[in-house]
Structure formats: structure tokens, C-alpha cells
């Protein structure tokens, strides 16, 4: 079965940077547009940005221009640059892999971002 491996969460001071990594195994990466989700205690999961296996990006408006999502499909992993952290990004991450044709969905464990002083 496909698995996606989150990695980098953990707790950073307000104005602080965090690099997440997903790294998928058992599929064709490259066949496969990639997203990062969040989810705060008592909200709903919500979309933080994509990318399509063309590397254009989508990014929710409230993380334009602090956040960048990248690939390396050479090593199948989807990161997630996060600058200028606030308290307001505290959240479970999730990174999600979609494949372009068939719509296989897939997601990791998610990795946990404490923004806190």
C-alpha cells in the first residue's frame, strides 16, 4: 500500500521557520499532484497549498508569501517551507498525494506545528 511519511513538525517562537517533508514510497511520484492540509483543535481541515506534478502552486491566503511547497521527485518527497510562523499556524499537518488520472487519494499521519512563545 502507498504510504506517505510526514516529517519536521515541533514547536517554533512566533517569527520562526519549520521545513515539513513527506516522503511517499509504493508509487509513481511523479504521476501524482501533492498537497499539505492543516487542522486546529475545533476546526475543520483545511487546505495550506498544493502542487501539480507541472510545479505549479496553489497556497491559502492566509500563508501567501510566508509559506512554499516544493517537490523533488527524485526523491519522492513533497516539502513545505513555513517562515514567519504565528501562533495562528498551530495545527496538525497533513500531506496528501492525488494522482492525476485515477484520483488514487492518499494521506499521511500528519506531524505536529506548536507555534508558541
Known amino acids: 500500500q502507498v504510504v506517505l511519511v510526514e516529517s519536521g513538525g515541533g514547536l517554533v517562537q512566533p517569527g520562526g521557520s519549520l521545513r515539513l517533508s513527506c516522503t511517499a514510497s509504493?508509487?509513481?511520484?511523479?504521476?501524482?499532484?501533492m498537497g499539505w492540509y492543516r487542522q486546529a483543535p475545533g476546526k475543520q481541515r483545511e487546505l495550506v497549498a498544493t502542487i501539480t506534478i507541472y510545479g505549479s502552486t496553489n497556497y491559502a491566503d492566509s500563508v501567501k508569501s510566508r509559506f512554499t511547497i516544493s517537490r523533488d521527485n527524485a526523491k519522492s518527497t513533497a516539502y513545505l517551507q513555513m517562515n514567519s510562523l504565528k501562533p495562528e499556524d498551530t495545527a496538525v499537518y497533513y500531506c496528501?498525494?492525488?494522482?492525476?488520472?485515477?484520483?488514487?487519494?492518499?494521506w499521511g499521519q500528519g506531524t505536529q506545528v506548536t507555534v508558541s512563545s
Open positions: 496528501n498525494a492525488i494522482h492525476i488520472t485515477t484520483k488514487a487519494d492518499y
Open positions: 509504493r508509487i509513481m511520484f511523479s504521476f501524482y499532484n
